[in-house]
């Protein structure tokens, strides 16, 4: 059986694809800006802008046109470096026109996502850097679909609160979830949810609704469904457009996952559906609501959910968010059609066109690239080794109200990681995991969040301060 290594490094893209869904934009468009954009390990979004002029020239100047950015960059932290970056050595950024689109806050300006490569490969050797989050993912996606013949779809659910100071930290208003009173026609938050939606579409991300959540201030866009890369990439633009949207109109949005201790929280629920694209794996389960696929894939999730957590979870406010019983996943894990105390929910399982699983365990605190090649990995191994599914459905409550001995029945035997150190050490051990995703990475990923987490650790009062301030 092949493995992720024994892969051919397949071409990266760096042209536009003829069957892109999203219109092209051409290089004559008349734009003045271009914003190459990524995400480091902190799910910090950094950019470099260039005239479009000199990007014009840029693309005409090589085979594989590109900038220079420092190694250090993806271990740059609040000022800090993490172990294991210095002053030496530099990436080469490659754009990706499949990503280009507009940045409709800004006036003639398009953004670009782009892969770190090699400066100097040698010949016939993979480009891709193994520490880039949109490479890892990429390499991921060709793993499961070349070697456990899965694609997926995958949508967000983007949560977040509009502050009108950060000092005190304040929202826009006190109202509560899908309540009118959030949105009053008039309002600086009625005008800011609605240009966030039309910037949404004109940014061609599939915006599917926007509405009021519980806590003060917060709102909910949905987007999707989109393949894998397409997807983080129209999550990072669309937290952009949501962030320089609110600032336009002198407000702060964040995604910090919890502003209040006494209202909900903030999450970035991730919607994944998984198919075969084998015709000799189409067969139902012994569950009449997955496929003999969804379910092996499912079975390997939760298996490793703890450590995938070290990704989607990655800092001490994501665990003050999920708890027993306030619809935030909870703290063990498990799985059930509609249940939305799990933190793996199996929505609309009685129709196959539409049925996917929504993970609860993800927040505004991670990078996409990376919660998204977590997941597929684990699912993928799961899939290619047949995986039987051991956990049986819990539908109807959460998993903290049921005795040991109901837990046991239902085969629900591991609690989700409870603190960020939990998931570090799982992630630590997890074999299987580190190997797919690159020891070398998943290092100084750990390394990267250890001084992140040194950075946030202060004071509860500054601590918050500081996440409503850079998420």
């Not at 779809?153 to 309540?179: K, M, Q, R, W």
């Not at 990439?233 to 201790?261: C, F, G, Q, W």
């Amino acid at each position: 059986m092949s493995d992720i290594d024994s892969l051919p490094h397949i071409p990266l893209v760096t042209k536009p694809s003829e069957t892109a869904q999203r219109p092209v934009l051409t290089y004559n468009y008349g734009y003045e800006y271009v914003r190459l954009i990524w995400v480091d390990y902190a799910n910090n979004p950094r950019c470099r802008i260039l005239p479009w002029r000199y990007y014009k020239q840029l693309l005409e100047s090589s085979d594989r046109p590109g900038v220079s950015i420092a190694n250090a960059l993806f271990g740059y932290v609040g000022g800090h470096l993490a172990p294991g970056f210095g002053a030496q050595g530099n990436w080469h950024w490659v754009p990706d026109h499949n990503s280009l689109r507009v940045f409709p806050t800004e006036k003639n300006v398009v953004t670009v996502f782009g892969w770190f490569q090699e400066v100097n490969p040698s010949p016939g050797a993979r480009l891709g850097s193994l520490l880039c989050p949109r490479y890892i993912l990429h390499r991921t996606l060709q793993y499961a679909r070349e070697v456990a013949q899965i694609e997926f779809l995958v949508g967000f659910e983007t949560e977040f609160i509009l502050l009108s100071s950060t000092d005190p930290i304040t929202a826009v208003n006190p109202h509560g979830y899908c309540d009118t009173l959030k949105t009053p026609s008039g309002s600086i938050e009625a005008v800011v949810m609605r240009n966030i939606a039309d910037n949404l579409n004109e940014a061609c991300i599939p915006l599917q609704m926007y509405h009021a959540e519980a806590a003060p201030g917060q709102y909910e866009v949905v987007t999707g469904p989109l393949s894998p890369l397409e997807a983080a990439d129209a999550l990072v633009a669309t937290r952009e457009i949501i962030m320089n949207t609110a600032s336009v109109h002198k407000l702060r949005a964040t995604l910090s996952p919890r502003v209040y201790d006494d209202a909900p929280g903030s999450a970035a629920h991730a919607h994944i559906s998984v198919k075969s694209t084998s015709p000799d794996e189409s067969n139902p389960s012994e569950l009449p609501n997955l496929s003999s696929v969804e379910a092996s894939f499912l079975e390997s999730v939760l298996k490793h959910l703890p450590a995938i957590q070290a990704f989607s979870m990655p800092l001490p406010a994501s665990y003050l968010r999920m708890l027993d019983g306030i619809w935030s996943g909870g703290t063990y894990v498990y799985w059930g059609s509609e249940n939305k105390e799990a933190p793996v929910r199996l929505v609309a399982p009685h129709d196959p066109s539409s049925r996917r699983f929504e993970f609860k365990c993800v927040d505004g605190l991670s990078n996409p690239y990376l919660v998204l090649a977590a997941v597929v990995a684990a699912g993928a191994q799961g899939v290619i080794k047949r995986s039987q599914l051991t956990v049986k459905e819990l539908a109807t409550s959460s998993a903290a109200e049921i005795s040991p001995a109901e837990r046991k029945a239902l085969g629900i035997t591991q609690r989700m990681s409870l603190s960020v150190d939990q998931a570090r050490d799982a992630l630590n051990t997890d074999n299987d995991l580190r190997k797919l995703l690159g020891g070398e990475f998943v290092k100084a990923y750990l390394d990267v969040n250890k001084t992140l987490l040194d950075w946030t650790d202060e004071d509860p009062a500054t601590s918050r301060k500081r996440y409503v301030e850079n998420w």
